[in-house]
């Protein structure tokens, strides 16, 4: 699976993004990855995203986004499992290979599907890869989420 985080544009960027663990070994940990710089560009003043694993099984990724203006935001998981998404659009399971994974969004905006082009429509993958499909959170207007 592929994560991806876009801000106003879908440019690709790349910087050197500093991580900072916390946490001790057994007990589940923290890392923080600060991504501002890959995102100033386009607008965003803090991009930083927060990996906390705990109960031994249960990976926890969010991610927290200040923008200088109202900003159109997109949120992405590429991936080959089939996905289904609860009605309130909070919640999606994820199945592949008779395996499970649940996603659950506790901020703003709703799960939805995608293909897997880019956001200008183009088709980004091989034919080979046609059965990838994004996993995707929209936002439009926001300065947070």
């Known amino acids: 699976m592929l994560n991806n985080l ?5 440019i690709r960027t ?8 916390s946490g001790k070994k057994g007990e ?15 607008g965003a003043t803090s991009v ?35 996905i289904e998404i ?6 999606a399971t994820l199945t592949l290979n008779g395996k499970q994974m649940k996603a659950t969004l ?3 905006g709703e799960f939805s599907v995608m293909k897997a082009e880019s956001l200008k429509g ?3 993958y091989d034919d080979s890869y046609s059965d990838i499909q994004k996993l995707t959170v929209h936002l439009e207007g926001a300065k947070t989420a």
């Open 6 to 10: 876009t801000v106003k544009k879908n």
């Open 14 to 21: 790349f910087s050197v993004c500093p991580e900072n663990p």
């Open 28 to 42: 589940g940990g923290k890392a923080t990855l600060d991504m501002t710089d890959a995102y100033r560009m386009n």
């Open 48 to 82: 930083k995203r927060e990996f906390e694993f705990y109960d031994n099984s249960c990976l926890k990724i969010s991610d927290k986004i200040k923008c200088i203006v109202p900003s159109e935001i997109y949120w992405f998981m590429h991936t080959k499992a089939d």
């Open 86 to 91: 609860t009605e309130n659009g909070k919640s």
């Open 106 to 108: 506790t901020g703003d």
């Open 122 to 124: 183009r088709y980004e």
